[in-house]
């Protein structure tokens, strides 16, 4: 029997070193054919600057392969795995360096990974401001910015940013906040538990419980709260399992968020108008004046045309009081008939309407 089990473990074994040398070959094969896309990209563009990375693109491969998928590898694991694919072939075209709010370690350098993969470069940089500077320059090639919580809402400070920038929405990332708790010290050694303000909010039940007479320290971010883990004998640290790898730091229990389906939005920018992949988004700034029925004769337009408004957004005008911008998100893009229809009617009675861009869904 003993010989038999592993005659066919031999087997399945041999099966295995056969389909790597497939697929190290086929890798390979496609590697360089992404090499003669970037060729052909070069020659054909003339005097602008190529552009090699496409979101449509990119979310149409992603979108073909989980429909293909037949398991065992469940979709998320085949769109990762083709993510990193990706990345690594668009390496070979372009090494992207992309901004994303800092420091090392936090949720939103997790989501410019689960966009771009582990063969672009990610620059952490330490506001939301920066994010957009750095693209503006074109010191780096993309940004990536949180904009939505499902628990805490809106960052205000991502969609003030987007009413003084001419960059576009390239795409959209969903991230599950999953908050691990992290310490060099044992578990009953805690003296002091360290975190963002938001994130010692959205643990507060699971403190209660293990932790009800520990101080809790607020802090800039939670990849903050793991370095002083790191440095102060008796912290913890509340943070994302990424920043207890990048500071050495031991997770002692994990998913410790009372709200276990917390997500946060991000959005990728950058400097590019982005075509239809047949999942899309858009998202508008429209300006109103201030009288009765303002908002319904923005919003009127997208009923009639049957379009799906996903988010709306007020914020104070800077242009005078009492004014106010609405920041819009709907389904399609922008190049629909029906959208490009709803838009106009839009115009007509708001005092300015700017598209943010088109771009696809989040991908799971």
């Not at 790898?245 to 950058?270: H, M, Q, S």
Request: hydrophobic fraction near 40%.
């Amino acid at each position: 029997m003993k010989d038999q089990a592993e005659g066919r473990l031999a087997a399945v074994r041999e099966r295995i070193d056969a389909i790597d040398r497939e697929l190290a070959r086929l890798l390979n094969e496609r590697a360089g054919c992404a090499q003669q896309v970037a060729e052909i990209k070069s020659l054909g563009e003339g005097d602008e600057q190529p552009i090699f990375y496409r979101p449509e693109r990119e979310a149409k491969i992603l979108k073909r392969v989980q429909e293909e998928n037949t398991g065992p590898l469940s979709n998320e694991d085949i769109a990762r795995l083709f993510r990193e694919i990706v990345s690594c072939c668009l390496s070979l075209e372009q090494p992207l360096t992309i901004a994303c709010l800092g420091p090392a370690g936090t949720y939103t350098e997790a989501a410019a990974i689960k966009q771009f993969g582990h063969f672009a470069t990610a620059r952490a940089l330490a506001s939301i401001d920066d994010v957009f500077r750095e693209v503006e320059s074109g010191a780096a090639h993309y940004g990536v910015v949180p904009v939505e919580n499902s628990t805490e809402g809106m960052v205000n400070h991502t969609l003030d940013c987007f009413m003084s920038s001419k960059l576009s929405i390239c795409g959209e990332v969903e991230l599950p906040i999953h908050h691990a708790f992290m310490s060099l010290a044992k578990s009953d050694a805690i003296t002091a538990i360290y975190s963002h303000e938001q994130s010692l909010a959205q643990c507060r039940g699971w403190l209660d419980r293990h932790y009800p007479d520990t101080p809790r320290l607020p802090v800039a971010s939670n990849a903050e709260a793991a370095r002083l883990a790191r440095e102060t004998d008796g912290a913890g640290a509340i943070a994302g399992a990424m920043a207890a790898e990048r500071y050495g730091l031991r997770i002692l229990a994990t998913n410790v968020e009372d709200e276990p389906n917390n997500k946060t939005r991000f959005l990728v920018i950058g400097a590019q108008e982005v075509g239809p992949s047949g999942a899309d988004k858009t998202s508008i700034l429209v300006s109103t004046r201030n009288e009765p029925g303002a908002l319904y004769g923005v919003l009127a337009p997208f009923h009639r045309h049957g379009i799906d408004l996903s988010r709306i957004e007020t914020r104070p005008s800077r242009s005078g009081n009492w004014n106010y911008v609405f920041f819009i998100d709907f389904d399609g893009h922008e190049t629909a008939p029906a959208v490009q229809a709803a838009l106009s009617e839009v115009q007509a009675v708001a005092t300015d309407v700017r598209s943010l861009g088109s771009y696809p869904k989040a991908v799971i």
